[in-house]
């Protein structure tokens, strides 16, 4: 531990010890994606106060907790991962039934999301026992923030998160042609070792925006946006491009002037056919999105 983070154990200390913090209660804790900095002072201090640290990987979070000065022997640890997570969270209900405080964390960043927690959670919440989020890292939200691909604030904004795609091509190619008239960003990720084959993919979207962001928050963190169609070109282009954990952020497809004549033809449509069915000859009619045709027509039947 260095002498910076003794000094952030006794800040957490100062600013969280005087919040109540319930026993028999399962604390979700984000840590850091990267950047051992990028800690909460309140997650510090649930680290140090719970009788229970659950984790995606022990021998990781114990070389995490060292780092800050937290000591934790191994039965106050708990695997929870991916392969047993159903049978360990009943050990965590145990535990909590018991009163102790667990504290959840995954290898990087918020737990649950893409990393296991999630059915934590929902086990510990169906036992009628509470969960509390401590909020902190997420590479999603890091690379939405920095990458300029989320619409203004005085447009129609929000995202879609995606996830990691199927490693099957052909499913994968399925999800991405799916994507062609979202109005929306899609935030995907990807391991280092398919960030090639997915690039590939991508290049169906030609000339939609796309950003490429690894290593987010370590020393060698690239944030780098381009036309679809070029991805594969410069991954090509030099070794390191294609180090590292991805998350890869497609922009919104650009605004299309609407003729009208997709909103026209659909009011005649929806006279006559189901709602789905009004809106797919709608688009194929009038070259319009088919999802702004839909969220459309959910307007006009509301």
């Known amino acids: 531990m260095s002498a910076s983070f003794a000094k952030a154990l006794d800040a957490a200390r100062e600013a969280a010890a005087q919040q109540h913090y319930p026993q028999g209660a399962l604390y979700m804790v984000a840590t850091p994606i990267g950047n051992l900095a990028d800690i909460s002072l309140r997650a510090l201090h649930v680290l140090q106060l719970a009788d229970t640290v659950a984790c995606e990987d022990t021998r990781h979070t114990q070389a995490l907790l060292r780092a800050y000065g937290i000591s934790k022997s191994g039965a106050q640890t708990l695997a929870v991962h991916q392969h047993n997570e159903a049978e360990a969270a009943q050990q965590v209900v145990q535990r909590l039934q018991a009163g ?24 510990v919440i169906a036992a009628n026992l509470r969960v509390l989020p ?33 490693p099957k091509a052909g499913m994968r190619q399925a999800a991405i042609a799916a994507f062609q008239d979202e109005p929306r960003s899609v935030v995907l990720l990807e391991a280092p070792h398919r960030i090639e084959a997915l690039a590939k993919d991508l290049a169906v979207l030609g000339s939609r925006r796309i950003s490429l962001a690894r290593e987010l928050t370590k020393q060698f963190e690239q944030i780098h946006t381009l036309p679809a169609s070029e991805a594969s070109t410069w991954l090509a282009a030099d070794p390191q491009h294609a180090r590292g954990e991805f998350v890869v952020v497609i922009h919104p497809a650009p605004a299309q002037a609407s003729s009208g004549d997709g909103e026209r033809v659909l009011k005649l449509l929806m006279t006559e056919l ?29």
């Open 274 to 302: 189901p709602l789905k069915t009004a809106v797919k000859l709608a688009a194929e009619i009038s070259g319009e999105s088919k999802n702004l045709l839909y969220e459309k027509a959910l307007a006009f039947k509301a």
């Open 134 to 166: 401590l909020p902190g890292a997420s590479s999603i939200i890091t690379a939405l923030s920095a990458c300029g691909a989320v619409a203004p604030l005085d447009e129609a904004s929000g995202f879609l998160f995606a996830g990691f795609l199927s």
């Open 100 to 123: 102790e405080r667990v504290a959840y964390v995954s290898d990087a960043g918020t737990p649950a999301i893409s990393d296991p927690g999630a059915r934590l959670a929902a086990t």
